[in-house]
């Protein structure tokens, strides 16, 4: 599947010289998830910082207590290349979210010198599909079957544009004819569409702690799971039949607008587990392991086995349904959001001494 | 778009007068959001009164938290009309639902000599959807379509008959044909059917509080969201397709019968405030303000664009998911319904000697 | 309707001679809604038995505060009939689940002689679809109608296969013809397909407490709702239509996966609580009485009335989505889920000195 991307150039350890590790401030972009971050940051009692784009955001007044305390207004997301110097002054570990990336660039949020929480290198194994799915088959996750020739289309499949944002450009064929109706130009990749309910899972893996389901050097949690809500499939069905909807120049669509709690039926949660411990060790075996929240995206079908579609291994949007717990999280501890347990680690992780192993 | 019909002649300062403010009980009818309404009174150190029919609904019992501490039982509701005197020696304030409105009419609930929490002219501009649709538009808040003329239909539409009671009536034509082929004869409005996800955004406005997201005149807070669960409408696809199941007789329906709780893309919030702000300054202008608990009902598109087809200028039954907080309160305060929100503004107004600027 | 089989020759009072009431052990199989049943046990002051297959799963690591206290491996299920003194030995009470009832099959569950929470009975009148009905019919609830001939269906009609776990097998028609296709071979069950929206209502009756909706006997609380979540059904939809998946070989399927929560419209409270009532006091004519956590599966239709299609007799999987708490048990106790209230159950009628009024 070729090679990995050569490694960015951070020297963690080099980073946090100078760094007071028991005042640190704990710095996301203001979107996505930052609500939760910052509220749980707090409560770990760290100083907070919410970069935005222009003026600060006023939605945060509605939100006392998930409001950053400060704020750092840039122009471009790239103007933090120019203030790492500043950044790490005020002692600043970055929580990557699904923004942060984009917004920045993979390459320059790879190589910006700033000690970022979670191992940066997982990007590289994420952000491409063929490597994502090198990773997972590794670890012998079941996933959907690729049909990589459009002529051989068998069965309904679903057509991901590489790089697209939230499930733009997706869509949906039932054969070799729907594909070459939209005929897409840019790189994509034809899967076949699984049918049946979906559960996006949220883990955190610790290196540190010794609570969770123990892998080989460290434990995994289950915070939470939430199901996507995406515009318009998850409502367009009021309309009328997807077959007659298409000559009206009405498609599916697959842009994510929030997110529904759900529970998952509790004899699953061996395989969930198991899932997670696979992607886990696999990390460690590929790239020296994934820190702390990630996401397994799957379906289940009505055989009840897992097909796993996605990997995000950063904190999800889904996340923020579980403001002060989920039904996961309450059996591990009272008002655990992901973003909180972020915030433990690194509190965790700076009594021991050792920041640098969750940080990268 | 006409005259507001001419205003209701209940002087809020008269009311109050004898009243011990110190000392009020909190009423409402026994229905759509009464159990949160009597808990968040209750948590408040309020007595609460529950206005019922005939003799008092046992399910109470089985909410011990959310009892109210009376009942009064009415045979009609204009009943209530002569017991303004009986209700205002109890410093009875009436906690407004769309209970109330409906079943005792709009006249006679804008006539109604009793304090009432939030101002209650808001109902000549929301209960009229042609003055609803003004004092949206004039906010600049982005709505479906209108097609006055159902020979023009030229895309999918809704069809809403005026004054029907949650979704009754309602129906969906493609084009001009699938109109004709019902043809309601009463007062309908026919607005384009935007495809998309639906959020219920449960806001709270308070002139009086300095928490919250910044108004001219007072703070705006966001509590909650939902989505709202029609019958037959979200479930009937299990059946099969629309244009199937309509020559076995079956049509889609939309009659609200539960609520799902939701969160939203957080890039998504200051679009959200912006709407709220808009329609709270404009409601200042035209008719004095709204107060209180609102909610925006809004379809979010493919192109992450707000649709709002529908405000409710008081609490809506959304809001009963969040009995002891939701993933957005919980960022203000802890265990915070919008039951318990009202109660508070209640108490903050009446220790700053300020309860006629909360009430009508 | 045919006669009830014998019933199952446990003598609680003989049973729990030599129990120390005041040390009980709280033990259930280690799937369903175990973590729960555990969590609530613990809170209540009870030693907890986790009962599995094999090695004790590993999945309990994650979730602390939920995990037994120790597991009991067998190699199959029947080995709990061997196990029945060790099992007093311990003081053990059994909570049933839907898992128990089916690993260790309805008869030998009935014989075990260990004491079990809830009446055994009422598996007799639960798990035969005729005397399911029977007892519904005779508590007037209302149910979809049974439409005993294939050859007259007149209406969409949903086929349930007798014994079959979680939906598997069953299927819709809507009409003869497509009845005929599938043409089961196996017992099962026609009933016209109701539409409308599901609400699954998680009961509690207790023939001790006084704080509940009042019965004859006892009194009956209202612990949560939920949606059932199945695989493929609830998704299937955004394939395309079923009468054109039909055609590539894909059909909706009803497998219960997960659960989404879920409030219901306040009005229809009442008639909630008359429904269960009405099962409650036919359950105490008919053979004694259910006891704890009871399931009535609805449907809502657009005149907002209720179908039930099916009573489970003992604690639901839905209950998970509230671990700490739910918008309806929330107005009655802090932090309480049904685990714990089965718990709160066995210790009130331990003090009282009337364990065997619960237990069978």
């Known amino acids: 599947m070729g090679e990995a991307p050569a490694p960015a150039h951070v020297d963690i350890e080099e980073l946090l010289r100078g760094y007071d590790v028991d005042d640190l401030t704990v710095a996301t972009v203001c979107s996505h998830t930052s609500l939760q971050i910052f509220h749980g940051a707090r409560k770990e009692g760290y100083k907070t910082l919410g970069i935005c784009l222009g003026p600060q955001p006023r939605f945060y007044e509605a939100f006392p207590r998930a409001a950053p305390d400060a704020f750092l207004s840039i122009e471009r997301y790239t103007d933090l290349l120019r203030l790492e110097q500043q950044l790490r002054a005020q002692n600043v570990v970055v929580i990557p979210t699904g923004s942060i990336v984009e917004y920045l660039g993979a390459d320059n949020f790879l190589r910006l010198r700033v000690p970022t929480f979670g191992n940066r290198k997982v990007l590289q194994w994420e952000s491409d599909r063929a490597r994502q799915r090198e990773w997972l088959d590794r670890a012998g996750i079941p996933m959907p079957r690729l049909l990589p020739d459009p002529a051989q289309i068998d069965r309904p499949v679903f057509v991901k544009l590489h790089g697209a944002k939230g499930g733009r450009g997706a869509f949906i064929a039932k054969n070799s004819a729907e594909y070459y109706k939209v005929n897409p130009q840019v790189p994509h990749t034809i899967q076949e569409y699984v049918v049946g309910t979906r ?4 883990f955190f893996y610790s290196p540190l702690s010794d609570v969770g389901y123990r892998c080989s050097r460290g434990t995994l949690q289950l915070l939470g799971l939430d199901r996507r809500d995406e515009s318009n499939v998850d409502e367009m069905y009021k309309l009328g039949a997807q077959e007659v909807l298409r000559d ?50 799957t379906i289940v079908t009505d055989k009840l086995e897992f097909r796993v579609f996605e990997i995000s291994s950063r904190i999800v949007a889904g996340t923020n349904l579980y403001t002060t717990g989920s039904p996961y999280a309450d059996y591990l501890a009272d008002d655990l959001s992901t973003g909180r347990r972020i915030a433990q680690e ?6 021991k001494g050792k920041l640098a192993s969750v940080l990268s």
Chains 1, 2, 3 share one sequence.
């Open 346 to 351: 690194l509190r965790a992780a700076a009594s």
């Open 199 to 202: 559960y996006y899972l949220h």
């Open 248 to 297: 009206l120049g009405i498609y599916p669509s697959f842009v994510v607008t929030g997110n529904i709690p759900v529970v998952l039926r509790e004899s699953l949660l061996p395989k969930v587990f198991a899932m997670g411990e696979a992607v886990v060790e696999t990390a460690l075996d590929l790239f020296g392991g994934m820190i702390g929240p990630f996401c397994l995206e």
